[in-house]
């Protein structure tokens, strides 16, 4: 099954297993399907999944809405979903920018970090139609590492469609270190803070930077789509073309 295919996954793998003689049979393992979609920042059963996630590593306090109400004030917001028997597993909230008639953007992680001066610089270049924030990344317990990954890519995909090179996020400082060192192009933009339950750092994704084992999902999306491929690689440096 593709690697972009809206229902990721093989329907099993084989694990070796040794017997007390000494000789190793293959027995098949089940593996989840997920369906990954699109949905509106409306949905509520993505919402309340990610509401109830937040709320149970005790990130966020009780909401009767069992929505996280601070990011009401973002009107332009999406979510991608992973749903297996019929029912959401993951959410990731992707959120974009509204402008101030002053002309600045609104992102959660621009609003709520002391970014550096160097970084708003460089973003001050970067069109509002250019950037767009990974705001929340919910998934359930038992799915979480592979339905993960999907997720990740999925982000790859809508921001590629939409010639979208930078994702702002504001990551638990654990699991930032744990994307760099698997050589994701994430850069830390700020100071880490205390934010939402715990210490956390803000960065940006620069898709366009991917490490040479992950370009191979750009060219399968470049074929699957047909896209013009200078479009996808023209930008080498932050508000600089190659052209």
Partial sequence: MSLFSPFFSPTGFFKARRSRGGSVSMVRES????????????????????????HAAGYVGEAASRRLESYDRYPRTAFI???????????????????TPEGCLHLPTLDDFEIYGWARVQLAQIPANGLVEI???????????????????????????RH?????????????????????????????????GSQTVPTVFESHKLDLRYQPLLLYYRARH?????????RAKWGHSTE
Avoid at 88 to 94: A, E, N, S, T
Avoid at 136 to 147: A, Q
Avoid at 182 to 187: G, V
Wanted: aromatic share 12%.
């Fill in 31 to 54: 593996v989840a399907t997920y369906e990954i979609s699109e949905r509106p920042g409306s949905d509520l059963d993505a919402a309340r999944l990610e509401y109830d996630l937040f």
């Fill in 81 to 99: 979903v992973a749903k297996t028997q019929g029912k959401y597993c993951g959410v990731v909230r992707m959120i974009h920018p509204h402008e």
């Fill in 135 to 161: 705001g929340t990344m919910s998934v359930l317990p038992e799915h979480r590492g592979r339905c993960s990954r999907i997720l990740i890519r999925r982000i790859m995909t809508y921001c590629w469609s």
């Fill in 164 to 196: 979208i090179w930078y994702a702002l996020s504001s990551i638990d400082a654990h699991y930032f270190l744990a994307l760099v060192s698997n050589r994701l192009p994430f850069k830390q933009i700020g100071e880490a803070e205390h934010y939402m």
């Fill in 226 to 234: 047909c896209c013009d491929l200078g479009r996808l690689w023209k």
